[in-house]
């Protein structure tokens, strides 16, 4: 790779210890890429949490915070002080919520550990957005901006809809960007590898946030980490919408850009979309697609007694808080359902000063901030059968923790809280 | 040993010899487990064993742990990287891995696996190499060696 | 204008009185205009506070927050009940931080009356996201989507940065809006509408947040409330940078939209930015255009012993707090001078659990919410000259509050904290 | 009143006729107040005495109450029309209001503070209208009556 010379002089070891372990991996991943050269990044978004337990014994064992950077966010075993980081860089989600601690059966002492992380990481200058989708709380880049993001549903989010260019960065390469404001300069950073490769015709109107979770589902499992464009949009889709699309594709598949024509930044038109070349495939997306889609992401859900309901993913915004509180407002929850909604905790701030997590409360619920069933892997003790309103978390939290699954509209999953069973069909 | 990876009209019939790009150097050898689905790090494998999980995965339940993991890419979360960071600090990585599609998840995985790993094939190993073949792999020169099984 | 069937049918009243008041207003407004038609939206920002000293009497008058809404956000004498909004709708700045209250000289039953209102429009179903800066904590429309705004620096950053479709909505009409989903189809919503008028030539690099609303104050006064397009960029800017553009050409001029050449989600090409019309007029903007941008900005400024440092115009993001934590870091203000910094109560959260609020208040400084100086009217008794980093506030701070303000960097206005002394000058 | 107002050839030498398109309908009159500047409604007005307060405006401190405020257009915040909205509660408000650009900041305002108001004149009524000269609206019928000073 070729590096500038302020960057051979980090390599070299020149802006200390850290800093050249950093550069040392940015190196060896860019070389694995086949990349060129390194790009100047001003905003990362990683994680560098040490709550899950393989990490909180590799901490006791190894020196702290200090440990688990070098080793999960560098790549060295050799434990190093970590600086200050030198770009804008902000905190992903986490693995509990430290308010909900003892509801989602986290032990004291890891939330002792949550805490000093939180103030370790405050100390270095990143950021505790704590969530899945920092474009929800002040992290907004704008477009052609080059970021180092981990977490897939953000990944294809800012690189799609506001149309920033990022790779799905993860733990490691995310920890070095901080430190030296570098990252390969490969893939979506640049223009040539942003134009669409398949081509999906909308035969169906796709208009509410359940079906641009199906759709997105459904593209991800055929076009796989290719860039599809859709076309045939009838209605103007907005943020909780995109959220659940981008989300839903880039768990069946490893989708991190798409083009929406007319819609996203780069897709004025078919051409401009596929930057002139002609799509590899073109895809039909009507009645049959869309059931099947229903079945696939619906594939563990057998028992209609429901004993979770599980909403926030990706974390839900105020618009999304709203509407449940509008379905839940004055009823109250089965005796054997649970339900938890996560939220950036940020977000939480404004629903508790609306009066909106008293809605929740008040009917039996919770709103909960930082993490979520899947990534924080919790849940009310003895859960069976979930539902959920979110694509991606009906496919990973069957896998992670060993339940059934039920997608739907989130007016079906309120319905499954408040009577217990589930009766979601699609509509 | 390295003789045998020579690539010389005299290999043996049931052995093939592929050529790739070295993504990580080094050199390992094992048995190989193939599947042409692509694999999730975060919520496909379990970490400490090397399981795969995903619901709908063609290798469920079976683990990668010192095998020559033979797949096409990296899908899903980018919690790849440290998904399969943590298999190899818990010893159960793959022993190599041999990919075709290059992905940022799948470079980084592969680099904090350390690894051997390969990928830009002149041949496909999808359609070469079946689970249960032994493979070495040498990624500092960029060859694999499969004896079938 | 013409109307649909439900828009008549909201308009003779079959949907309420508080309704039919709105759809009246909108039906005048629409025609004040010129607009044929009204067009859906579901993202309202308005403001609805009743905290100002005019609407306190007001409310006091003629029955409370139900009066005010009637007059100030439906322009109906009468009072009527307002009922719960029928579209996503968000609360801008207010006029106070209630937490900070007695710092900011208002009395404690202004507060009562804030808390009372919160309560009011948080069941009324508005966000109480309290910003100029609504696309930092949450409300981050998608291009295309028709949206009704109020809050210049917001409606530009979203109409140019994001393709979003809003007019400067005024606080009648976004209240309208909220209660109707509806808004005159006229101006920005009209494609027609949102092709570049001036084009501007930068003749030298704009790089820095400072270089950015300088740029955006010069534009501002030259193309008043036409649409500029930036062409010769050199680097690629960032959310606060834009930000602040912004707020600086709304501020000088009227500019509601602009864009930049490569940049904005609109102006991939000089064609597409003027939509393949002729500019009206070409500006070069170079190093003599700076100065005089600077000169102007700093009219008021003449004494150098400065009172009072005002930040977070418009509401600092993360980032930006970060940044003025490791330029204060260690330091105390000097005993004649306070500084206050705005941003968002939904930041404010993450800025205090990252110990960023201590940083600032070890110092001697405030961080706080909800309002501003000029919006709020709210300073340290006796301020004279104040120091801000934002051409916005140099703009307005003089006029409404009779000070002197200096406008320089963000380490200029630390340094003038530091010091007492303003010491800025155009690098 | 309304025969002064008629376009006929015999409209004495110091009276101008204007036509534009209605903006608030309604009728008034008064004494006018011209700028060639924008106007800023909150930050740049008064609007408990309808003073002009802009740093930099050639109004400042001049007040529209009870004016025909002659002016191209709106600028700034979108707190235009609820400035103009008190104003009118606090009786500050221009008698009328003869403007050139039409944007939403002035239509709302213009509404919100049930002046008579119009638009889209014949000719440029900055032009032919000076500060002291009496000025009568029909907005009606759209009609702008000008008597020099
Ligand atoms: S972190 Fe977020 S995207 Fe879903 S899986 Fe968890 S809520
Ligand atoms: S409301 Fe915001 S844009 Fe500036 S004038 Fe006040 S901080």
Same mark, same amino acid.
């Given at each position: 790779m070729k590096l500038t010379d302020e960057e051979q002089a980090m390599y070299a070891g020149d802006r200390g210890v850290a800093v050249q372990r950093a550069m040392d991996l940015l190196v060896r991943y860019g070389e694995a890429l086949g990349a060129e050269s390194l790009v100047d990044t001003n905003n990362v978004c990683g994680t560098v949490g040490a709550t899950m337990p393989f990490l909180r014994d590799y901490s006791a064992k190894h020196g702290g915070f200090d440990a688990v950077f070098s080793e999960f966010n560098l790549d060295s075993a050799d434990v190093i002080e970590i600086p200050k980081v030198k770009v804008y860089s902000s905190h992903l989600q986490q693995g509990l919520d430290p308010e909900h601690a003892e509801r989602q059966n986290v032990h004291s002492d890891v939330v002792k550990i949550y805490r000093a992380g939180e103030a @370790?990481?405050?100390?270095?200058? /990143?950021?505790?957005?704590?969530?899945?989708?920092? @474009?929800?709380?002040?992290?907004?880049?704008?477009?052609?901006?080059?970021?180092?993001?981990?977490? +897939?549903?953000?990944?294809i989010y800012i690189n799609s809809v506001l149309g920033a260019r990022t790779n799905a960065e993860g733990r490691e390469s995310a920890g070095a960007a901080m430190l030296t404001g570098k990252i390969p300069y490969w893939g979506f950073h640049l223009e040539e590898n942003r134009g669409g490769t398949?081509?999906?015709?909308?035969?169906?109107?796709?208009?509410?946030?359940?079906?641009?979770?199906?759709?997105? @589902?459904? /593209?991800?499992?055929?076009?796989?980490?290719?860039?599809?464009? /859709?076309?045939?949009?009838?209605?103007?889709?907005?943020?909780?919408?995109?959220?659940?699309?981008?989300?839903?594709?880039?768990?069946?598949?490893?989708?991190?850009?798409y083009h929406v024509i007319g819609q996203t930044p780069e897709a004025p038109t078919l051409a401009a979309a596929f930057r002139g070349q002609r799509p590899l495939e073109t895809i039909r997306y009507g009645a049959a697609e869309r059931r099947l889609a229903y079945e696939r992401v619906n594939t563990t859900g057998k028992d209609t007694q429901v004993d979770f309901v599980m909403l926030g993913c990706p974390h839900y915004s105020m618009e999304? /808080?709203?509407?449940?509180?509008?379905?839940l407002e004055g009823q109250r929850l089965s005796g054997n359902t649970q339900l938890w909604i996560f939220t950036p905790k940020a977000t939480k701030q404004m629903a508790d000063q609306a009066g909106y997590t008293k809605i929740i409360e008040d009917a039996g619920g919770f709103l909960m901030t930082d993490?979520? +069933?899947?990534?924080?892997?919790?849940?009310?003790?003895?859960?069976?059968?979930?539902?959920?309103?979110?694509?991606?978390?009906?496919?990973?939290?069957?896998?992670?923790?060993?339940?059934?699954?039920?997608?739907?509209?989130?007016?079906e999953c309120i319905q499954a809280a408040v009577t217990g069973r589930w009766t979601g069909a699609l509509a | 040993?390295?003789?045998? %990876?020579?690539?010389?009209?005299?290999?043996?019939?049931? %052995?093939?010899?592929?050529?790739?790009?070295?993504?990580?150097?080094?050199?390992?050898?094992?048995?190989?487990?193939? !599947?042409?689905?692509?694999?999730? #790090?975060? #919520?496909? %494998?379990?970490?400490?064993?090397?399981?795969? %999980?995903? !619901?709908?995965?063609?290798?469920?339940g079976q683990s990668f742990a010192g095998k020559v993991l033979v797949f096409p890419g990296a899908k899903g979360?980018? #919690?790849?990287?440290?998904?399969?960071?943590?298999?190899?600090?818990?010893?159960a990585a793959p022993a190599a891995m041999l990919f075709n599609e290059m992905t940022t998840k799948i470079a980084l995985g592969a680099v904090v696996t350390h690894a051997p790993a390969l990928t830009d094939f002149d041949r496909n190993p999808l359609e070469l190499i079946e689970t249960g073949d032994w493979v070495k792999v040498d990624a500092d020169r960029g060859i694999v060696e499969i004896i079938k099984k």
């Open positions: @370790y990481t405050g100390k270095l200058g /990143i950021q505790p957005l704590n969530t899945c989708a920092p @474009y929800q709380v002040g992290n907004v880049p704008v477009k052609g901006e080059h970021c180092a993001w981990m977490e +897939s549903s953000a990944v398949h081509l999906i015709e909308l035969d169906i109107d796709v208009r509410t946030v359940a079906d641009w979770g199906l759709l997105g @589902y459904y /593209i991800g499992e055929i076009v796989q980490d290719r860039i599809p464009v /859709i076309n045939g949009l009838q209605h103007v889709p907005n943020m909780p919408k995109l959220k659940h699309f981008g989300a839903a594709a880039a768990s069946s598949g490893g989708v991190e850009m999304q /808080i709203w509407e449940v509180c509008q379905l993490t979520c +069933s899947s990534v924080g892997r919790v849940m009310p003790k003895g859960t069976r059968v979930a539902a959920v309103d979110s694509a991606k978390q009906a496919h990973y939290l069957p896998a992670i923790m060993g339940v059934q699954a039920w997608f739907g509209t989130t007016a | 040993m390295s003789t045998l %990876i020579e690539t010389t009209n005299a290999t043996p019939a049931n %052995i093939i010899v592929l050529r790739g790009r070295k993504v990580v150097g080094g050199v390992a050898e094992g048995e190989a487990l193939v !599947t042409t689905d692509r694999i999730s #790090g975060w #919520g496909g %494998i379990d970490p400490r064993t090397g399981t795969i %999980i995903e !619901t709908r995965h063609a290798l469920r979360s980018s #919690g790849w990287s440290s998904q399969f960071h943590i298999a190899r600090l818990a010893g």
